[in-house]
């Protein structure tokens, strides 16, 4: 069995901190208690207020939240909880019992266009993923039961997963007006019986910390973490409401070339181009200046 890690996270609140782990803890479903009592379903979380500074407690799909009363600074106890955490996932312990009879939560799902003709996204009233999964093919999807069962679909070429959608590129054999009622039907009962988005060890889970891409981001030079910034401030809100996404790929100091990856609606999008060039372009050269001559796109 793979061994669980638990990373440390700061937040806004210096009160609050997340232990981030590289497994599941809960499917769909978030919960807060504010004491043992309200913490029956949870032993994790019973077992955590036997800690005397322990307030309140937040769990969600890859996380764990604690904010602490103001007895202890969090830097004094934070490894000592982290362990505590880690060695109760390995040790088989549960998160929160989940009920004899699983409650169906009412799912809706709805069709939206985005800029791209191949590619529509299906938003749900609830997140299915804590991070962003994209799959070009069904050997790619081995560790997405849901994307796997997508591609079973003929028509269906490419998955993106972010949040709260799926967006769908389609071969040309198919329309749209021909398929979207089927699509939508189908993702809403996954959703509805509580099926696996993406498996508990999943190596895209590991590489989507926050600890990871910390890591990741640091290793770059100085330049890049500029694109960087602007790319996740100015740019990514705009093409996540699309139903795509630009990852950073590159930077070339001596070409002063930047290269992007197009993902979900942007990928192969007719638009995308003048996106590139009119957009992103335009503005790393204004906000970089001397810095970046050329944006390049490769699809995801």
Not at 49 to 77: G, M, Q
Not at 185 to 204: H, T
């Amino acid at each position: 069995m793979k061994k669980i890690e638990v990373s440390i996270q700061e937040t806004n609140n210096p009160t609050i901190i997340k232990f981030e782990t590289t497994s599941f803890l809960t499917k769909y479903e978030s919960f807060e208690f504010n004491n043992i009592d309200e913490a029956k379903a949870s032993p994790l979380a019973q077992q955590l207020f036997y800690l005397p500074f322990v307030k309140k407690i937040y769990i969600s799909s890859n996380f764990i939240a604690i904010e602490r009363f103001n007895i202890v600074e969090w830097k004094d106890v934070q490894n000592e909880v982290k362990e505590q955490i880690q060695n109760y996932l390995n040790e088989g312990g549960i998160v929160v019992e989940s009920a004899e009879t699983p409650k169906k939560t009412a799912v809706t799902i709805y069709a939206e266009s985005t800029p791209n003709p191949a590619v529509l996204k299906f938003v749900a009233n609830k997140n299915l993923t804590p991070f962003m999964l994209e799959y070009t093919s069904i050997d790619e999807a081995k560790s997405s039961p849901f994307a796997t069962e997508l591609f079973h679909f003929p028509f269906v070429k490419n998955v993106f997963i972010d949040k709260n959608y799926v967006s769908i590129t389609k071969y040309d054999i198919a329309e749209w007006n021909d398929i979207t009622i089927e699509l939508r039907e189908f993702i809403k009962s996954y959703v509805e019986n509580g099926k696996d988005i993406v498996l508990d060890n999943a190596p895209e889970l590991k590489k989507n910390t926050e600890a990871a891409k910390e890591t990741e981001f640091e290793s770059l030079d100085d330049t890049s973490k500029e694109i960087v910034n602007i790319l996740e401030e100015y740019v990514k809100p705009a093409v996540a409401s699309d139903g795509g996404n630009i990852q950073f790929d590159s930077y070339d100091e001596n070409t002063k070339r930047v290269r992007v990856i197009l993902q979900g609606a942007c990928s192969g999008c007719p638009s995308s181009t003048f996106t590139l060039k009119n957009g992103i372009e335009n503005m790393l050269k204004e906000m970089l200046k001397g810095k970046v001559e050329t944006v390049e796109a490769i699809n995801g």
